[in-house]
């Protein structure tokens, strides 16, 4: 069943509860990891999430894919609300909806060889027949490029861009039509990370795949996503198409992002560009009243501190959540300071 | 008037002795540092690079590492030199700054102590209250807020940018001559990372000091190097100036991580550049020119000779490279237009 | 306040573990009244007995009494035959004719001395022959250490002390046969008494510390802090000190402290085979005998001291890496 709207977050929140105290230890501080996302992935693209730590994105990686259960809010797959599935009706939605994990050292059990990681999906869904499940399972290897006959190897034997591939096998073991891929290249060398990136587009391509691609490096995101999102925070600051977001930020956050990106360009070195944004994130126990980036912003004014800027639209397609957004017609060299 | 040269590492090779094999970590390394200059060295896992750095420090485990070569700090070669003179050198004449500053800093004392501690060994006839003091104003310096209380906190009660900025004023303290930072800023987060870099560049201006700044982060190196060495299985590839690296690379490795970092910056969709394979193991490497089974430009002679450095074009580069001169020039320029 | 809530929680606790030991020997299927006075014994006797000591009562009420005993002592019998326990009263043991709490005050000091000797002995040879095979690792240092621990942990101890005290005092005659005689008292007999079961005990617990404190300051020695010493220029000493033993040490004092309160209880074990008059052995003869009392309030007292160092481990813990103090 096709959908122009493969997945969609709506008003998700996460908290988490730590710290204690009393006799009893009761929870004394909230984490506030996501305060209220909402996105839309769009059938057969890719939205990238980018944000630094502390932001959310894990979190909220893990909310969509039902691997944790959110405080409040829903996730809607193919139209239909999986928040609240569990047993047998969550274990079929894995069947469209999977994971690929940042770590390729840590999200492979060293214990399996690779055929039974990626063939176990399979045959514990009984979406394959005993006889057919090492063919299958050879098939995918194929695809994200691994050797075939590699079928008995265990994880320890390959180096960190071919795990990255055995999770991404193993994501597709299933046949989804959604892929939530938390940052998949993060740990991995940079020549690498251009192989694991056009296998992933070409998979896209070939299968039709839609994906959720979470990053903090933002020329990765620059480039596999379709439309952008950027979370600070717990919270979405500004949406919207890939290219206009990285040549015109609205949201200030945005813009000191993507200023801070070293150039690989030495003739582009202290330009006046350059936004250095103070301090450090907040923490998410105890957020900024108001605009969380408030703190660190350099047009932040009262408005700010009293009220929280709502996400949006702002007439280019896209939507920000700020009070002040960036005049769109930004003149090369107009310093912020 | 060149700066005068402050380290000089020569012929520099590392290896492990491990129950698999010997592993060549580094091999013939040889570079010069003047005073006041930035040197990159870049390179992907398995390069040599963080044992490059190391060793420059004699750091390797001597039951397990042979250390050969010879490196020259202050005219002493810290690789034969007594244990007690390298010790003297050690966070005085050369400083070392680490990737992971939460790992970095010892968690059971306060940061203020771990300050003074680095201050004390190299001044131990001052007083506790001048090595506070000079602690305090260090710690102002990297610019922590609120000095005077936070030079009695923990490391974990401080965020990663700013133990960073600690681990920066423990190395400082002692007003080196040769700073080394090994991936200072790839733990951190993007915008924490300019601060840091910033501050490097800062601080270096202000103490005079010549950095070895280890990255793979070719942003990094643009952003902050004079020079690079590009290291790849141990031994070094291609030595020129960042803008000469960026503008005429001289190695067909070099080739591929720019590529792979430029197409990755346009805005077009493309496939990206990428380098074919994945890199090579350290104990088994290929023969004769260890890219070789990578390189698409590769030709009998690749397999059976290692290359030699040589000057190639009129920038100063160095490559390591049995590709003739005007082919490397014209593939090197292609590269780095895309 | 995370002291005041682990001390309530302790509170808990020990009440919790006087109930479950009271019940457990209350349950026990011997007719207690019946143990009290040995084997040719007159059923008058035994009921009369039974009264006195409060075993007609209904369990709850005789735990009940038990409680409060602790805290208040405890009278049994009524008219001539009567007689009491002075809080904290742990009850009363008719085989031996004498309260509880009066017995284990006699014998606590014993099982007091032994545990203190042997503790700051296995502490001194694990550790310090734990860093002697992590500074050699490799080496046969390290691996005459691994050869020591593998022996260590797997020698029962009444296996080595019986041994021992063979090869000692009656095959080579350098020592007399041990009778225990208070420091007070004869402290030349006492050292000569302890001195072998002071080994022994420390020998065979030393070698888990070991191989504690060789695999703590190896990985210690890995943490990327302590390359960082190095590079500061900090001498070899001050670096395993400030680094590397800082570090190693505290899963070390917290485990010692916690065996350290197990041997507290009574090493039953050790005082038998060394006939050391200590908590463990009138365990052993309480067993025998089958003395409810005694052994309840034996039990008692090995619980309280594990719930304490319990307590005061967690708050050592907090005290030693200043990453788990809670704010």
């Known amino acids: 069943m096709s959908q122009d709207i493969a997945l969609q977050a709506v008003n998700l929140v996460k908290y988490f509860s730590t710290g204690s105290s009393g006799v009893l230890g009761r929870a004394t501080s909230i984490v506030q990891a996501v305060d209220g996302v909402s996105f839309t992935l769009p059938t057969g693209k890719t939205l990238g999430i980018v944000g630094e730590s502390g932001c959310g994105k894990s979190t909220l990686a893990r909310l969509v894919t039902r691997l944790i259960e959110p405080s409040s809010g829903s996730v809607v797959l193919d139209g239909v609300d999986i928040t609240n599935l569990s047993g047998k009706a969550l274990r079929e939605i894995r069947r469209k909806l999977q994971i690929i994990f940042q770590d390729p050292y840590s999200s492979l059990n060293p214990r399996h060889s690779i055929g039974q990681i990626i063939g176990d999906p399979m045959r514990i869904q009984g979406i394959v027949t005993k006889g057919n499940e090492k063919a299958e399972v050879q098939e995918l290897m194929q695809r994200v490029g691994l050797n075939p006959e590699h079928y008995n190897r265990y994880p320890h034997e390959f180096s960190g861009g071919q795990r990255q591939r055995i999770g991404i096998a193993r994501a597709l073991s299933l046949r989804p039509s959604v892929i939530v891929a938390d940052e998949p290249v993060s740990a991995l060398d940079v020549s690498i990370q251009a192989q694991i990136l056009n296998l992933l587009e070409n998979l896209q391509k070939d299968l039709g795949l839609s994906f959720v691609f979470i990053a903090h490096d933002l020329s990765v995101v620059r480039h596999i996503a379709d439309q ?110 | 008037m060149l700066p005068d040269v402050v380290l000089s590492v020569r012929n520099l090779s590392v290896v492990f002795h491990t129950p698999d094999g010997d592993v060549v970590a580094v091999n013939d390394v040889s570079f010069d540092l003047r005073s006041g200059e930035t040197l990159g060295i870049v390179g992907e896992s398995g390069s040599g690079k963080s044992v490059t750095a190391s060793s420059i420090l004699r750091l390797n485990n001597s039951n397990t590492a042979s250390t050969t070569g010879q490196i020259f700090v202050s005219g002493v070669d810290v690789l034969s030199a007594d244990e007690s003179d390298v010790r003297r050198i050690r966070g005085s004449e050369v400083a070392m700054i680490f990737q992971d500053p939460l790992s970095a800093l010892n968690p059971y004392y306060t940061v203020g102590k771990q300050i003074t501690e680095a201050y004390l060994v190299h001044h131990p006839d001052a007083s506790k209250d001048d090595a506070r003091s000079v602690t305090l104003e260090m710690l102002k310096k990297v610019g922590i807020p609120n000095p005077e209380k936070r030079i009695d906190e923990f490391p974990h009660q401080f965020s990663g940018g700013m133990r960073q900025r600690i681990v920066i004023a423990i190395a400082l303290i002692n007003n080196p001559k040769v700073l080394i930072a090994d991936e200072p800023t790839t733990a951190l987060d993007v915008t924490v990372q300019a601060q840091i870099l910033d501050l490097m560049k800062e601080l270096q201006t202000e103490f005079k000091m010549a950095i070895v700044l280890i990255t793979h982060d070719l942003g990094v190196i643009a952003e902050a190097a004079l020079d690079v060495l590009v290291m790849y299985g141990g031994r070094i590839v291609e030595r020129s100036s960042v803008d000469a690296l960026f503008s005429e690379p001289a190695h067909p490795y070099a080739w591929g991580l720019l590529g792979a970092v430029n197409s990755l910056s346009n805005s077009s969709r493309g496939a990206l550049v990428t380098i074919a394979g994945s890199p090579p193991s350290l104990i088994d490497l290929p023969k004769g020119c260890s890219f070789n089974p990578r390189c698409s430009h590769a030709f009998e002679k690749c397999s059976t000779q290692v290359p030699i450095l040589r000057s190639v074009g009129t920038l100063g580069s160095v490559t390591a490279c049995h590709l003739p001169d005007e082919t490397i020039l014209s593939l090197g320029r292609k590269a780095a237009a895309q | 306040m995370f002291i005041v809530r682990r001390i309530f929680f302790a509170l808990v606790l020990l009440l919790a573990v006087s109930f479950f030991t009271y019940m457990l020997f209350a349950m026990l299927p011997s007719d207690p009244a019946a143990l009290t006075c040995g084997k040719n014994c ?93 500074l050699n690792k490799g080496k046969w240092q390290d691996r005459a250490a691994s050869i020591f621990t593998s022996i260590g942990v797997s020698l029962p101890t009444f296996y080595i002390g019986l041994l021992v005290l063979f090869s000692v005092v009656i095959w080579l005659r350098i020592l007399p046969f041990p009778s225990y005689e208070s420091p007070f008292d004869n402290f030349p007999t006492f050292l000569r008494t302890m001195i072998l079961p002071w080994l022994v005990l420390a020998v065979l617990s030393a070698a888990s510390y070991t191989r504690l404190t060789r695999n703590g300051m190896l990985e210690a020695m890995n943490e990327d802090f302590v390359r960082l010493g190095v590079a500061k220029g900090l001498t070899t000493r001050i670096i395993l000190r400030r680094y590397v033993m800082r570090q190693a040490l505290v899963p070390i004092v917290t485990i010692a402290g916690l065996d350290f309160a197990g041997l507290l209880g009574g090493a039953i074990i050790t005082e038998s085979v060394f006939s050391l008059p200590g908590m463990g052995k009138m365990s052993i003869r309480a067993v025998v005998e089958s003395d409810l009392p005694v052994l309840v309030g034996t039990t008692m007292v090995a619980a309280v001291f594990i719930v304490v160092a319990n307590v005061l481990v967690d708050i050592a813990y907090g005290y030693l890496d200043p990453r788990v103090r809670v704010k």
């Not at chain 1, 998410?284 to 912003?297: K, Y």
């Not at chain 1, 949006?312 to 896209?318: F, K, L, M, P, Y």
């Open chain 1, 228 to 337: 952008v999102a950027v979370m600070y925070l717990g919270k979405i600051v500004e949406v919207g198409d890939s290219a206009t977001v990285y040549k015109n930020p609205a949201h200030p956050y945005t813009k000191a992002l993507l200023s801070a990106v070293p150039v690989a360009n030495p003739s582009l070195r202290n330009s006046d560009k350059r936004i250095r944004l103070v301090g450090d994130v907040p923490s998410p126990i105890d957020p900024p009243s108001g605009c969380r980036f408030r703190t660190r912003c350099w047009k932040a004014s009262d408005l700010c501190e009293a009220v929280e800027p709502p996400l949006q639209a702002d007439g280019s397609g896209r939507v920000v959540a700020c009070h002040f957004p960036e005049e769109q017609a930004v003149a090369v060299g107009q310093s912020p300071q």
């Open chain 3, 42 to 134: 007159k059923p008058d006797v035994i009921a009369a007995n039974r009264i006195r000591l409060g075993y007609d009562k209904s369990l709850i009420e005789q735990y009940w009494l038990f409680l409060r005993g602790i805290f208040a002592g405890r009278d049994y019998g009524t008219g001539a035959a009567a007689f009491s326990c002075g809080a904290p009263s742990l009850g009363y043991s008719f085989g031996q004719h004498e309260c509880v709490t009066t017995l284990i005050t006699q014998t606590f000091p014993v099982t007091a001395y032994l545990s203190i000797g042997a503790f700051v002995l296995w502490m001194l040879i694990g550790i310090s022959s734990g860093a002697v095979a992590a």
